[in-house]
């Protein structure tokens, strides 16, 4: 029987694929690498591509990834598959985002306000019931 | 017949509060399974991660990291994940009180605290007690994408690169069942690697494509989303299975209420009726 190497595929928001391969194809960042068991450790980014996984001669399954990085052990590859698309810039304007809606936040907070009063009226009105009920216990 | 009607419709107001309450148990029921599934599925990548992280520390990098460094601690960042709405128990209160317990501790022992918000209630609850807000993400909905919280994250690492924070924690529930939904606070940054099972010391290092520094701030960028994405992910698991079971027990609460209710309202019916009975009699003896 050839030699196998473990093979996980996951995305941060599922499993995409674990199993036994003969052989790993992916793209890394300096070429696509082909990875049979015993590779020396390995770690690498990865290029938005294709990950093929040859089960066997025939048989072979290709997932695409959009970027990640893949960890190679000497019988166990992992690919960590990135499932946003990922850019320096892209990172950055979501970091002025969530920093803009803190500020605003800050600035305006009326809607909220009227948020904590709800919650607050409804505390009021959860104690009058269990007071009520405490009451009711008593007369009876 | 006026007699009890004022206990009628209180009867009537409290049966459409339970049915309320019913229905958003069923609507928390089958949202939970759902987000459980979601919760299990994140799961793989986060166990992977940190794995490889596990591997990195025995691998003896020639570069050393920042994130792997730890230093003297004047401030630290705090990323708090709560549900966005409430009705759902203690879930969010309880975990504030933990936040708040160890905010006090840093600022007795003079560190200053940066703090993230996800979730609604956690912006509104902090920003109303005046603590420092960096940045926050609301309305994620039932589906967070690590998209979602990339921002937010980023601010805190950029921080940590600038030495403006020492440290970085995060607070979210923990799932543990159904019943039971447990407040934690998490160390992120710097990253210790807990013992590893499997036995790699001895001198080997990894190649690494490009360069070391390049793939390490990759990797370990990703290991911090991931656990940040893992615990808002398991935070609405608990959010869920909080309010399945403070509807419910609010469903049953309303359900005693109307039988007390009723009991009074037949008492007092039947009272009426005796009198006018008895009113009749009397009168009819008269004659």
């Not at chain 2, 490009?210 to 608990?238: F, M």
């Amino acid at each position: 029987m050839a030699m196998t190497l473990h093979v996980d595929i996951v995305s941060a928001e599922a499993e995409i694929f674990s199993g036994l391969a003969e052989m790993v194809f992916a793209p890394a960042e300096m070429g696509e690498v082909g990875i049979a068991p015993r590779h020396a450790p390995l770690l690498s980014r990865l290029n938005p591509g294709e990950v093929r996984v040859k089960l066997s001669d025939k048989e072979s399954q290709a997932f695409f990834v959009s970027g990640g990085i893949l960890e190679v052990q000497p019988h166990v590859v992992t690919v960590l598959a990135d499932t946003a698309i990922r850019a320096k810039d892209i990172d950055e304007a979501a970091a002025l985002e969530a920093k803009a809606k803190a500020e605003e936040a800050l600035h305006d907070n009326s809607g909220k306000i009227d948020y904590a009063k709800a919650q607050a009226q409804l505390l009021e009105a959860m104690m009058q019931l269990r007071t009520l009920d405490r009451l009711r216990k008593r007369n009876s | 017949m006026a007699v009890g009607k004022e206990i009628r419709t209180q009867i009537g107001s409290i049966k459409n509060t339970q049915k309320i309450t019913r229905a958003m148990e069923m609507v928390a029921a089958s949202k939970m399974r759902k987000t459980k599934d979601r919760m299990e599925a994140t799961r793989p990548y986060s166990k992977k991660i940190s794995q490889i992280i596990k591997h990195l520390a025995y691998a003896k990098p020639e570069y050393q990291h920042p994130f792997l460094v730890e230093r003297e601690v004047k401030r630290v960042g705090l990323i708090v994940i709560s549900s966005d709405r409430g009705l759902c128990g203690g879930l969010n209160s309880n975990l504030f009180r933990k936040v708040l317990l160890q905010i006090r501790d840093w600022e007795q022992s003079n560190i200053e605290v940066d703090l993230c918000a996800i979730g609604n209630k956690a912006s509104g609850f902090f920003s109303g007690i005046n603590a420092n807000i960096v940045g926050q993400v609301v309305k994620l909905g039932d589906t967070p994408h690590v998209e979602d919280i990339i921002g937010l994250i980023k601010i805190m690492l950029d921080a940590f690169y600038d030495n403006k924070i020492d440290a970085l924690y995060v607070a979210s529930n923990e799932f543990v069942n159904t019943m039971t939904q447990a407040p934690q606070l998490e160390e992120l940054l710097p990253v210790k690697p807990h013992d590893l099972e499997e036995d790699l010391s001895g001198h080997w290092d990894y190649l690494y494509e490009p360069d070391a520094r390049a793939v390490l701030d990759n990797l370990l960028e990703r290991y911090i989303e991931s656990i940040v994405y893992q615990g808002l992910v398991e935070n609405n698991a608990c959010e869920q299975a909080a309010r399945m079971v403070a509807m419910k027990s609010a469903s049953d609460n309303a359900g005693n209420i109307i039988d007390e209710l009723q009991l009074v309202y037949n008492k007092a019916r039947q009272a009426a009726i005796t009198q006018e009975i008895s009113e009749i009699v009397s009168g009819a003896a008269a004659v």
